[in-house]
């Protein structure tokens, strides 16, 4: 069967909301390769329809067969982002599949709070590496003798005393390197938890 | 657990192992492994979730792929085991053999039991 422009339309319109999703979590390239597998898939499906066939019938029976675009790309972040994030550990696939769970309400939470822990483990690696540079501005900000501020202030403000010398960077360093190793576990807990949400089947 | 979800779970999990098993002889493109799928077992709900399972596994380097232009109406994208791949098939063989058989004998001695 030869398609109609309008069954032409109603594939690119498909085809178009699958490309939105794929490429929300994926990387273009791979995000192009997918959906140019799916097309293929459905033109080659189309290509068998029998000619003189109710075209409207035979084009939504084959994209239901396929699957709703966002199942589609719901089983693609399952297989593809999920897996090598669990399977690696490695941030930047992490970080991506938190990028996708983080459409849902419950996964932007879960991601934001993950995303806190991050910037706050990197915070303490930051102001470690800041201290020798700007000894007067990193440590505890005191005014009147009550700690007020914790970390690096640029300019420090009049009336406050900074005080914690050079030992603060190895426990800079070592709270930041804890901060960061707990938020990295969670974040892989996380994320094998959500992987078998995506690739769980029905609700009990 | 209701029975749907482990029903399911069953289907998730032998899906890979179909897929494989689909490609052991030759390589296939995708809609190809979807119908010899679909002809021998009900593995297959929806069609799409069946090719992030098989990018998945090029991806792990247990299959190959190629886009092969001058064969049917379209570009058509094809399959094939790499040699891990095909050692990863012989695993789940064996695995599966013995896995199937002990459920067997489980499910006779129940049989005759009741």
Sequence with gaps: MKLSDAGQARVRGYLFILHRSLASFMPGEMARESLREVESHILERVARVEDGADEKRALEQILEQLGPPLK?????AAEITFDEAVATGRISPILRALGYAAMSVQGFFASLALFVGYVAGFSFVAMALLKPIFPNNVGVHLRDGIPVAFGAIFPVPPG???IGGYVLIPIFLFVGALVLAGTHL??????AWWRGRLRGPVPE | MSFENWQEQLRRGGLEFAVLLTLSGSSRYGLDIIRHLEESTDLVVNEGTVYPLLARLAQQGILDTEWVSDEGPHPRKYYRLTKPGRARLDAMK???DSFSRKLDT???QSERNS
């Design chain 2, 94 to 96: 064996q695995h599966w």
């Design chain 1, 186 to 191: 969670a974040a892989r807990k996380f994320v």
């Design chain 1, 72 to 76: 589609v790309a719901q089983a693609w």
């Design chain 2, 106 to 108: 489980l499910a006779r």
């Design chain 1, 160 to 162: 406050t005393e900074v």
